[in-house]
Each structure stands twice: as C-alpha cells, then as structure tokens.
Nanobody, 115 residues
Framework: QVQLVESGGGLVQPGGSLRLSCVAS????????MDWYRQAPGKQRELVAL???????NYVDSVKGRFTISRNNAKNTVYLQMNSLKPEDTAVYYC?????????WGQGTQVTVSS
C-alpha cells in the first residue's frame, strides 16, 4: 500500500521557520510530481508548492520568496522549507504525489503560527 507520511509541523511564532518532510513508500518516487497543499479551517484546500519529477518548482503567490520545495529522490522524500511564517499560514499541510492518473495523499500535519 502506498504511503505518504508527513512530519515537521508544529507551533511557531510569527517570523519563525519550519521544515516539513514527506516520506513516500511503495511508489517509484523519482517519476512522481510532488505537491504540498494546505487547508485552513473553513477554507478550501489550496496548492502551495509543486515540484516536477525533473525538479521544476512553482509556488502560490502568497508564499513566493518565503517557502522552498525540494526533493531527495534517494530518500523518497519531499520537503517544504517555510520561512518568515505568518499567522495566515496556519493550516493542515498535506503532501500529494501524482503520476498520470495516479495520485496519493498524506494524512496531513498541522502548522500553527501564533504568538
């Protein structure tokens, strides 16, 4: 069974940093495009950042310059480095992998930005 397991969430003060990790198992990880989504209370899930199998990245405007997505294919892991965090970044963050018609989701990790 395919698994995507996120970690690294937590409580951080505004202006702080966190690094999320997502470890994938039972997929050919280097072929998958990987994304990070987030869902805040009462809001729709939104795409935050994506990285293609070839390493091309893209970001939603609200996190550009603050968040960095990266991947380590040898470790089957995708990361989201989040700097200069704001209260509006508070959400559950989900890892998502996609390849053609296949897609897989992680269980999510909570990020709370508050003083």
């Amino acid at each position: 069974q395919v698994q995507l397991v996120e970690s690294g969430g937590g409580l951080v003060q505004p202006g702080g940093s966190l690094r999320l990790s997502c470890v994938a198992s039972r997929i050919t990880f280097n072929m998958y495009a990987m994304d990070w989504y987030r869902q805040a209370p009462g809001k729709q899930r939104e795409l935050v950042a994506l990285i293609s199998s070839g390493g091309t990245t893209n970001y939603v405007d609200s996190v550009k310059g603050r968040f960095t997505i990266s991947r380590n294919n040898a470790k089957n892991t995708v990361y989201l480095q989040m700097n200069s965090l704001k209260p509006e970044d508070t959400a559950v963050y989900y890892c998502h992998g996609r390849l053609f018609n296949y897609e897989h989701w992680g269980q999510g990790t909570q990020v709370t930005v508050s003083s």
